[in-house]
């Protein structure tokens, strides 16, 4: 099993481009997360999944939206990206039942220029 | 009333001391206090939680204590060792699959050699 995974590791943009930051788990869960990391602000929820189909806002969904089509994969876009969107992007995925442990994936890093 | 507090938001300590790293919280519907440890460049993993119907918590040198009453849980470190040296991350929520995962901002650890 590979977990969580994310595309791209890396990724450098100017301001006002799009982009598209995609998460694979292979676990078979239902719920799936995108968080950004920003020094001293610990991880912040943009937007998640209860399900496939659905989506819902987390605390910092501006600028952000997301698509859920297939149950293993969320994908997370940017439509025109913004200086203070640079940041560490993380998709995490969660179990239906059983632990509540969130089981994170490597992440992203993005430089908006 | 959704916060998690964290604190210190960065710890030195020596090899074969105690690390503690406190956090409090104000949503008494909380039931479920997960820490999550992260080395850098990796995704958050989960370490180690707790339900707030034990008092304390211990697997191998790490040990949740809770004090409901207060509101706060801790999370102590015994014998570090600098490869616990990482970011790690309290959280709480309640066991409702459908609420959110409240992350602290983080405390930075250094476990001098």
């Known amino acids: 099993n590979a977990g969580v995974t994310q595309t791209p590791k890396f990724r450098v943009l100017k301001t006002g481009q799009s982009m598209t930051l995609l998460c694979a788990q292979d676990m078979n869960h239902e719920y799936m997360y995108w968080y950004r990391q920003d020094p001293g602000m610990g991880l912040r929820l943009i937007h998640y999944s209860v399900g496939e189909g659905t989506t819902a806002k987390g605390e910092v969904p501006d600028g952000y939206n997301v698509s859920r089509l297939k149950k293993q994969n969320f994908l997370l876009g940017l439509e025109s990206a913004a200086p203070s969107q640079t940041s560490v992007y993380f998709c995490?995925?969660?179990?239906?039942?059983?632990?509540?442990?969130?089981?994170f994936g490597p992440g992203t890093r993005l430089t908006v220029l | 009333q959704q916060q998690v507090k964290q604190s210190p938001q960065s710890l030195i300590v020596q090899k074969g001391g105690i690390s503690i790293i406190n956090c409090a919280y104000e949503?008494?519907?909380?039931?479920?206090f997960p820490w999550y440890q992260q080395f850098p460049g990796k995704g958050p993993a989960l370490l180690i939680a707790?339900?707030?119907?034990?008092s304390e918590k211990k697997e191998g040198r790490f040990t949740i204590s809770f004090n409901k009453s207060a509101k706060q849980f801790s999370l102590h470190i015994m014998d570090s060792q600098p490869g616990d040296s990482a970011t790690y991350f309290c959280a709480a929520s309640t066991m409702n699959r459908d609420d959110k995962i409240i992350f602290g901002k983080g405390t930075r650890l250094h476990i001098l050699p």
């Open positions: 995490a995925s969660s179990p239906l039942t059983g632990s509540r442990e969130q089981f």
């Open positions: 707790i339900r707030p119907d034990v």
């Open positions: 949503n008494t519907a909380f039931d479920y």
